[in-house]
């Protein structure tokens, strides 16, 4: 495998290295203890979405809306990445990586990873209810009814709610546009307009889905049927003798 360009070539051109844009969801962080959406025992199981994860539940009652979150927040900063968070960050010394991810846990970070974007916002921060553009770093703290922005106004979870925009969409779209290979991990592609990156993949590209179950495939993908952390290590290693 050549060494990871560097640029400093003596003057010829510059190499690009190959660009892997990788999708991910909620199973990606099933290994590392955190629940899915729609699995069996999955949040939405336990929880109805208009209940805590729409503008109008957080109108009604942002205290039930601010313990949903505060749960979660505790439970994703105890976790630790899987293996299959590690094999992403991995890759990484071969190809240009992008992480466009759906899940609001920050594993892929302390995995390693050091482009990710989140499509559904991030629990580690909080989001000023007057000026979204105001964000604040909160860790695994949690945030309570008065604690405010700076501006005065309530604080409230930095996620996309149903119903809301997806702010980083356009920004998603355009990584996938040029990627030389596609990565799909650990997501019911059931939830637009996330799920509709896939149909954005160049037709060149080469493509590849992991799941457990792999019960809906986009045409094109090839599909590995099985759990993250046990499949993406080898994939990787496949991927980096290639270059
Ligand atoms: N390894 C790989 N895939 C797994 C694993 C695992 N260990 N465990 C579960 N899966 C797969 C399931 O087979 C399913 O396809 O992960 C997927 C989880 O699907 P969902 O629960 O629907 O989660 P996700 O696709 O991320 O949901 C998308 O919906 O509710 C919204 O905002 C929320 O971001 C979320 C979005």
Known sequence: ????????????????????????G?????????STFRDSNGLWHQHRIEDVATPEAWLRHPDVVLEFYNQRRTQACAAQPNAGHCA???LERGYDVVVITQNVDDLHERGGS???LHLHGELTKARSTCD????????????RI???????????????WFGEEVPKME??????EDAAKVLVVGTSLSVYPAAGLVEHAPRAAEKVLVDLHADRTPPGFRVLKGSADKLLPGLVQEWLAQV
Request: hydrophobic fraction near 35%; include cysteine.
């Open 26 to 34: 909620a199973g990606m962080s099933a290994p590392s203890g955190l």
């Open 114 to 116: 050091r482009h990710v």
């Open 171 to 176: 920004e998603a779209i355009h990584c996938m």
């Open 132 to 143: 979204s553009s105001l964000l604040y770093e909160i860790g695994s703290a949690s945030i």
């Open 1 to 24: 495998m050549n060494t990871p360009d560097t640029g400093d070539n003596e003057g010829g051109p510059v190499k690009r290295r190959p660009k892997i844009v990788v999708l991910t």
């Open 88 to 90: 992403i960050a991995e």
């Open 146 to 160: 008065g604690d405010r922005c700076a501006k005065g106004s309530q604080l409230r979870p930095h996620i996309v």
